[in-house]
Structure formats: C-alpha cells, structure tokens
C-alpha cells in the first residue's frame, strides 16, 4: 500500500471505522493512525464492518438511510448524498428495509460502503463473503 491508496485500504480499515472503547478482533499491534482503527488485513477490516452493521440492525436500523445516517453523521458527511449512493448501488429505496437475513443483501451493502469511503471497491466477492459468514457467527 502507498500513501497515495485511500486510506481505509492503507490501514485494512475500507469502512474508516474510528478508534473507540472496542478492541477489534485482528486489529494491528501497531496504530499509527490516531483516529482510525488499522487492522492485519482487509479481511478483519471488513468483518468488523459487518459486527458494526449487524449491531445497527439490532438497534433497530433497518434501512439503508438508517444505517447510513448512524455510520456517516451529517456532522462530518454528506449524508444525503452518501444514502443515495449506498441505495442506488443496492437498487432500493433509502427507507425501505433490507433484508438483514441475507448474507448477499450485508454483502452488497459492505462494499456500496466500502466504495463510498474509499472511492474504489477493490475486494473479491469471497473475500467479503467469508468476512460477513464470520461475522455473523462471531
């Protein structure tokens, strides 16, 4: 990675999850970034993705701008534009609610995130898959 890749790739990290109280299962040694997390490898990145997600749909957001307005606070984003994005690239409505059973429905919505934060997707299909399999059996 150079420094010229996004830096949710540079740091393993493609949804930009900041640091918090949470000590991330495969997160780096070493956190060179003072306010996001780096993890060993895209796969952990993306796994804790997933958690984060799936602990939205459990507190009760169930749509794509519920989701979104919790994961890109206006404070800091254009989140309107960042809904509209995540919704287009899945082919629903912004407050219809998602399918939070299907392992393909996470999938799909982990990488609209991912190339909303980082401009790119660069992530196999298996490599996302796997994450969100693990995830979800913690």
Request: charged letters at 20%; glycine letters at 8%; a positive charge.
């Amino acid at each position: 990675m150079t420094l010229s890749e996004p830096r949710g790739l540079r740091n393993n990290n493609p949804g930009n999850i900041r640091h918090g109280k949470s000590r991330w299962k495969g997160m780096a040694a070493a956190q060179p970034d003072k306010a996001f997390v780096r993890f060993k490898t895209p796969f952990w990145g993306i796994r804790a993705m997933t958690l984060l997600l799936l602990n939205y749909h459990r507190m009760g957001r169930n749509s794509v701008r519920q989701v979104i307005e919790r994961w890109a606070p206006p404070v800091e984003n254009d989140t309107g534009a960042y809904v509209s994005s995540v919704a287009q690239s899945l082919g629903v409505a912004p407050d219809a609610p998602l399918d939070w059973a299907s392992d393909i429905v996470i999938a799909n919505l982990v990488r609209a995130i991912i190339r909303h934060e980082n401009g790119v997707q660069p992530y196999n299909l298996d490599l996302i898959h796997s994450a969100v399999r693990d995830a979800r059996i913690g």
